[in-house]
Structures are given as structure tokens and as C-alpha cells.
């Protein structure tokens, strides 16, 4: 029961390069989540997907796109990466609204 | 004023011991709180919601007090598996936005 997965773990890129950061669930989850973790900044959420074919914006979106690809899948993209996008980011799913969720394991990424 | 506020710690505490925390928020018509675990370099994890009546899962208790707007976390028998960082978060009703606290950071020493 892999829950959710998250791809890559670890990534450095470049200014100005782009990536797609992946994210899997497998508990049939409504609700999907991209948050990013900074010291001291907390978790802060960046975009959401309350049910499948729907996105919308969080507390940081800019420089960010999202893509609910199905119900399983939610993928975070970075078009032109800036050094302010050093962070580590965490997908999350829920059932559905005011329910816990369940996190990926995270991918930490440098941008040089 | 942060929606979420957590005492930052770190609270060093022996083994055995009972510590708590406190966690305030600022908007009312918060509904949902939940308390998550998050170990270094990991990601959180769900450690337990916290209901109005208060609710109780073995060593650990948590409590909503509306009318302060906080909730606590309380650990008792500490172990030096407990050494993490705890979040708290809030939702407000009707929402997907979860306003996770900075977390306050527990070492079990032995």
C-alpha cells in the first residue's frame, strides 16, 4: 500500500530551467495537494485540486502550474526556476475536505 | 498576527516527563484541527484530529478550547521516540486551505 508517492526525491536545476514534479495516490482520494516547506515559513500551500478536473490557486502560486492528470494523479510544474524556488515540496491527498491528509515523501530541490 | 501560532521550542524534557503544547489560531470560524508529527527530514504525518470533546489516543490527549482559540497537545510518559517536531492545523469550515502552524519542536532526552 504505497499511498503516496512522490518522484523525483531529489533535483538541482538551474535558473531559468523547467521540471515536473510528479505525484501518485492509490487510496482514491478526492482531494490533492502541492505544499512547499521552507525553515521557518512553515508548510504553505501552493495549488490544490479539490475533485478530479479542478485546480486552484493557494497562498504561493506564482511560478507555479498544476495538472490534475486523472483522480491518482497531480503534478506540479516549475517553467522557469528561480533560486526563491529552493524548498522541499510535499504532494498530499485527502478524501475530501476537513479530512487529514496523507503526504509523499517529498522531493527537495535546489535551484543554482 | 499569523493565522497559526506554535511556541517554536525546542522543549527539552526527560524521559517520563509530561509536556504540552499550545497552538492558537485567529480566525473563528475555524472547524477542523488536526495534530501532525513530522520527524527530521520526513514528511508530516497525521498524528490525530482534535474534536471539541477533547479526545485521547493512549500517551497523547488533545484538546479545542473555542473560546481561547487554541489547541493543546499533551504527552505523557514521554519516550525518545517521540523527539519530532508538532504541527497543528486549521481549517476553516467549507474550505481546502489548511493553515499549518510552524510547529513546535519536542527533544525526549534520556
Known amino acids: 500500500n504505497a499511498g503516496v508517492t512522490q518522484t523525483p526525491k531529489f533535483q538541482v536545476l538551474k535558473t531559468g530551467q523547467s521540471m515536473t514534479l510528479q505525484c501518485a495516490q492509490d487510496m482514491n482520494h478526492n482531494s490533492m495537494y502541492w505544499y512547499r516547506q521552507d525553515p521557518g515559513m512553515g508548510l504553505r500551500l501552493i495549488y490544490y485540486s479539490a475533485s478530479e478536473g479542478t485546480t486552484d490557486k493557494g497562498e504561493v502560486p506564482n511560478g507555479y502550474n498544476v495538472s490534475r492528470l486523472n483522480k491518482r494523479e497531480f503534478s506540479l510544474r516549475l517553467e522557469s526556476a528561480a533560486p526563491s524556488q529552493t524548498s522541499v515540496y510535499f504532494c498530499a491527498s485527502s478524501p475530501e475536505a476537513n479530512y487529514g491528509y496523507t503526504f509523499g515523501s517529498g522531493t527537495r530541490l535546489t535551484v543554482v | 498576527r499569523k493565522e497559526v501560532e506554535q511556541d517554536p521550542g525546542p522543549f527539552n524534557v526527560p524521559e517520563g516527563a509530561t509536556v504540552a503544547f499550545n497552538c492558537t489560531y485567529s480566525n473563528s470560524a475555524s472547524q477542523s484541527f488536526f495534530w501532525y508529527r513530522q520527524d527530521c527530514r520526513k514528511e508530516p504525518k497525521l498524528l490525530m484530529s482534535v474534536y471539541s470533546s477533547g479526545n485521547e489516543d493512549g500517551r497523547f490527549t488533545a484538546q479545542l478550547n473555542r473560546a481561547s482559540q487554541y489547541i493543546s497537545l499533551l504527552i505523557r510518559d514521554s519516550k525518545l521516540s517521540d523527539s519530532a517536531t508538532y504541527l497543528c492545523?486549521?481549517?476553516?469550515?467549507?474550505?481546502?486551505?489548511?493553515?499549518f502552524g510552524t510547529g513546535t519542536r519536542l527533544k525526549v532526552l534520556a
Open positions: 492545523v486549521v481549517i476553516t469550515s467549507g474550505t481546502y486551505k489548511y493553515i
